[in-house]
C-alpha cells in the first residue's frame, strides 16, 4: 500500500491541471476499456493463492481479532461455514455484532460470538483473557488478525506507540495468556497476520522501540510487521514438543479500512479535491493489482485449517505457500531479544 500511495501522490500531482474535473474513471474500468485482454489475466494473476482444504472444525473453538471487517470477518465466515464456533474478539460491540449476525444468517451457524477486546488497552486484553480462559473448555486456532496503519504518533492506554502496542504488544500478551489453552487442545495453531511491508525495514530499533524520535508512520508500520514475524518465530521455537503450532503470514495488497489512515494524511497534504482523486487512483490500483477480502483471507484461512500444514511451524506464509521471509526476519536473535523486551513492557505475571 505504501507503493499505490507514492504512485497515487505523483499521478494527481501531474494531474493538478485536471482537479475540477469529473471525469475520472476508476482504474479497473479504464483498463478493462483500453485492454479487457490484459484486464483479466491481471485479476487471476493478483488474487493468488486459494485455500482447497475442506477440513470441518466441527467441535473446535477459532478466536478471530478484529473480525467485524476486512479479511478478518471473511476469514471468521469461512471458520463458521465449516462448523467452529467462532470468537469474533473486536473493540467495537455494536460492529462486532452486526458482523456476527450477518455471519449467522449467511452460514446457519449459530455458535458465533462476540467479546469486547481492545488491543489498545493492556487491561482490556487481560480482561478478555481471563473471559475466555474461565468460560472456554477449548481453544484450536488463535488468529492474531487486527492491526492499525499508517496512523499520526497516537500511544495507546498503556503509553505506548499505537502500531507497536496495537499490532504486536497487544497480541504478544493475548496470545501469551492463552497459552495454557491452547497447549490444553492441542494440536492446535497460532496464526498472526504480519505483511511484506515487514521486508522494507531493516530491523526493530531496540534503542527507540517506542518511537519517540522522528516518527514515521509508513516505517512504524513496517517494524510492527516485522515485529509480527519475529514474535511468530520465537513462539514457535519456544513451543516445540506441546502441539501448539506458529506462523506468519502476508495476506496481499488489500484495500481495507486499515487505509483510512493513509486517505488523512493524503487529504492533509493535497487538499481535499485532489485528494478524491489519489484515493482514486490507490483504490483503482488496489482493485486491479490487490486482492478483494476473500481473496486476502485464504492464506490465513490455509494456516488455520490445512492439514498440509498442521505440524507445520516457525514458518511465513504468502499465497497459501511458504516464503522467504526478509533478513531481518530470519533475525533469531532479535526474536528472542523482542520476546525478552515485549515481557518487560507488558509487564509481569504474563
Given at each position: 500500500?505504501?507503493?499505490?500511495?507514492?504512485?497515487?501522490?505523483?499521478?494527481?500531482?501531474?494531474?493538478?491541471?485536471?482537479?475540477?474535473?469529473?471525469?475520472?474513471?476508476?482504474?479497473?474500468?479504464?483498463?478493462?476499456?483500453?485492454?479487457?485482454?490484459?484486464?483479466?489475466?491481471?485479476?487471476?494473476?493478483?488474487?493468488?493463492?486459494?485455500?482447497?482444504?475442506?477440513?470441518?472444525m466441527d467441535g473446535k473453538t477459532v478466536i478471530i481479532t478484529g473480525a467485524n471487517t476486512g479479511i478478518g470477518k471473511v476469514t471468521a465466515r469461512d471458520m463458521a461455514e465449516r462448523g467452529a464456533r467462532v470468537i469474533l474478539a473486536c473493540r467495537s460491540l455494536q460492529k462486532a455484532e452486526e458482523a456476527?449476525?450477518?455471519?449467522?444468517?449467511?452460514?446457519?451457524?449459530?455458535?458465533?460470538?462476540?467479546?469486547?477486546?481492545?488491543?489498545?488497552?493492556?487491561?482490556?486484553?487481560?480482561?478478555?483473557?481471563?473471559?475466555?480462559?474461565?468460560?472456554?473448555?477449548?481453544?484450536?486456532?488463535?488468529?492474531?488478525?487486527?492491526?492499525?496503519?499508517?496512523?499520526?504518533?497516537?500511544?495507546?492506554?498503556?503509553?505506548?506507540?499505537?502500531?507497536?502496542?496495537?499490532?504486536?504488544?497487544?497480541?504478544?500478551?493475548?496470545?501469551?495468556?492463552?497459552?495454557?489453552?491452547?497447549?490444553?487442545?492441542?494440536?492446535?495453531?497460532?496464526?498472526?497476520?504480519?505483511?511484506?511491508?515487514?521486508?522494507?525495514?531493516?530491523?526493530?530499533?531496540?534503542?527507540?522501540?517506542?518511537?519517540?524520535?522522528?516518527?514515521?508512520?509508513?516505517?512504524?508500520?513496517?517494524?510492527?510487521?516485522?515485529?509480527?514475524?519475529?514474535?511468530?518465530?520465537?513462539?514457535?521455537?519456544?513451543?516445540?514438543?506441546?502441539?501448539?503450532?506458529?506462523?506468519?503470514?502476508?495476506?496481499?495488497?488489500?484495500?481495507?479500512?486499515?487505509?483510512?489512515?493513509?486517505?488523512?494524511?493524503?487529504?492533509?497534504?493535497?487538499?481535499?479535491?485532489?485528494?478524491?482523486v489519489a484515493i482514486k487512483i490507490m483504490r483503482g490500483f488496489a482493485g486491479t493489482f490487490g486482492k478483494t477480502w476473500e481473496e486476502g483471507a485464504q492464506t490465513t484461512i490455509c494456516c488455520a485449517v490445512a492439514e498440509e500444514w498442521q505440524n507445520t511451524t516457525g514458518l511465513y506464509f504468502s499465497d497459501?505457500?511458504?516464503?522467504?521471509?526478509?533478513?531481518?526476519?530470519?533475525?533469531?536473535?532479535?526474536?528472542?531479544?523482542?520476546?525478552?523486551?515485549?515481557?518487560?513492557?507488558?509487564?509481569?505475571?504474563?
Amino acid at each position: 500500500m505504501a507503493r499505490l500511495s507514492r504512485i497515487a501522490a505523483i499521478v494527481v500531482l501531474a494531474a493538478g491541471k485536471y482537479r475540477h474535473t469529473r471525469l475520472i474513471a476508476p482504474l479497473p474500468t479504464v483498463l478493462c476499456i483500453l485492454n479487457p485482454v490484459l484486464y483479466v489475466p491481471v485479476r487471476r494473476w493478483a488474487a493468488g493463492g486459494v485455500c482447497e482444504s475442506q477440513a470441518r472444525m466441527d467441535g473446535k473453538t477459532v478466536i478471530i481479532t478484529g473480525a467485524n471487517t476486512g479479511i478478518g470477518k471473511v476469514t471468521a465466515r469461512d471458520m463458521a461455514e465449516r462448523g467452529a464456533r467462532v470468537i469474533l474478539a473486536c473493540r467495537s460491540l455494536q460492529k462486532a455484532e452486526e458482523a456476527a449476525k450477518e455471519i449467522r444468517s449467511q452460514t446457519g451457524n449459530k455458535n458465533v460470538v462476540v467479546h469486547k477486546l481492545d488491543l489498545a488497552s493492556l487491561t482490556s486484553v487481560r480482561q478478555f483473557a481471563k473471559v475466555i480462559n474461565d468460560a472456554e473448555p477449548r481453544l484450536d486456532v488463535l488468529i492474531n488478525n487486527a492491526g492499525v496503519m499508517a496512523c499520526p504518533r497516537w500511544e495507546t492506554e498503556d503509553g505506548f506507540e499505537m502500531q507497536f502496542g496495537v499490532n504486536h504488544l497487544g497480541h504478544f500478551l493475548l496470545t501469551n495468556l492463552l497459552l495454557d489453552l491452547l497447549k490444553k487442545s492441542a494440536p492446535s495453531r497460532v496464526v498472526t497476520v504480519s505483511s511484506l511491508a515487514h521486508a522494507f525495514t531493516s530491523g526493530i530499533d531496540f534503542d527507540d522501540i517506542n518511537y519517540e524520535k522522528d516518527y514515521s508512520r509508513e516505517e512504524s508500520y513496517r517494524r510492527s510487521k516485522l515485529a509480527n514475524v519475529l514474535f511468530s518465530k520465537e513462539l514457535a521455537r519456544r513451543l516445540e514438543g506441546t502441539g501448539v503450532t506458529s506462523n506468519s503470514l502476508h495476506p496481499g495488497v488489500i484495500y481495507t479500512e486499515l487505509s483510512r489512515h493513509r486517505e488523512e494524511l493524503i487529504r492533509g497534504v493535497v487538499g481535499e479535491q485532489l485528494s478524491k482523486v489519489a484515493i482514486k487512483i490507490m483504490r483503482g490500483f488496489a482493485g486491479t493489482f490487490g486482492k478483494t477480502w476473500e481473496e486476502g483471507a485464504q492464506t490465513t484461512i490455509c494456516c488455520a485449517v490445512a492439514e498440509e500444514w498442521q505440524n507445520t511451524t516457525g514458518l511465513y506464509f504468502s499465497d497459501c505457500v511458504p516464503k522467504e521471509t526478509s533478513a531481518a526476519g530470519k533475525d533469531d536473535e532479535a526474536a528472542a531479544r523482542l520476546w525478552d523486551v515485549s515481557e518487560r513492557m507488558v509487564g509481569p505475571k504474563l
